[in-house]
């Protein structure tokens, strides 16, 4: 089945700890997106990259970190300099730029 | 920095009624306008797209319309269906890949 992935599905991290968020694609779409989501709200961009070996800041980078490697694979670095980590965090994907961006399923962090 | 905003922020309707959901934003220098539906705890299903140089984008009992000299978008549902409830986003599309979201409509439709 084609589609994005992201595990895990809940996460606690302590305070002071650095975490990482996977998100995995199989559609071959070049482009990928982090957005984080927090209660009542909608989505705002972290980071994304258009091509592997490429990424730029999105609206509120600060205190994250990512990597594209590999086209199938976006990884997360949620770092202990983020100040207030606990949200909702969900990966898409999409063709191109300007094409539809399709959601994973989203991993929500809690930091204890 | 283009801002988007989705009136009302919750809307209860009973079924089989047809409903408007609208979002404005504040640049008119957008690529596309994209709605999308987000069940309770889960990702974003995309529904609809329009381009720019679209008007309106049709799906089944959904229909959405662009206006971008008025910065605005609806999003009409007709015939209303409890399955239809969940919360509604919309997102503009600016230069570099960013899409820039609402705080979305949270539809409840009663059977």
């Known amino acids: 089945d084609g589609g994005i992935t992201q595990s895990p599905k809940y996460l606690f991290r302590k305070e002071g700890q650095n975490v990482t968020l996977s998100c995995e694609q199989n559609?071959?779409?070049?482009?990928m997106y982090w957005y984080r989501q927090d209660p009542g709200q909608g989505l705002r961009l972290i980071y994304y990259s258009q091509i592997v070996n490429d990424f730029q800041k999105g609206d509120i980078a600060e205190g994250y970190s990512v990597s594209r490697e590999k086209k199938e694979s976006f990884p997360l670095t949620v770092t202990s300099a983020q100040k207030n980590p606990t949200a909702f965090y969900l990966c898409a994907s999409s063709i191109g730029a300007a094409d539809t961006q399709y959601f994973g399923p989203g991993t929500r962090l809690t930091v204890l | 920095k283009q801002e988007v905003t989705q009136i009302p922020a919750a809307l209860s309707v009973p079924e089989g009624e047809n409903l408007v959901l609208n979002c404005s934003f504040t640049d008119s220098a957008i690529y596309n306008l994209q709605w999308f539906r987000q069940d309770p705890g889960k990702g974003l299903t995309s529904l609809l797209l329009?381009?720019?140089?679209?008007r309106e984008q049709t799906s089944g009992r959904l229909n959405a319309s662009l206006d971008k000299s008025s910065g605005r978008s609806t999003l009409y549902i007709a015939a209303s269906q409890p399955g239809d409830s969940a919360t509604y986003l919309c997102a503009s599309e600016t230069s570099g890949s960013r899409l820039t979201f609402g705080e979305g409509t949270q539809l409840t439709v009663n059977p």
């Open positions: 559609l071959n779409h070049d482009a």
């Open positions: 329009i381009q720019s140089s679209q």
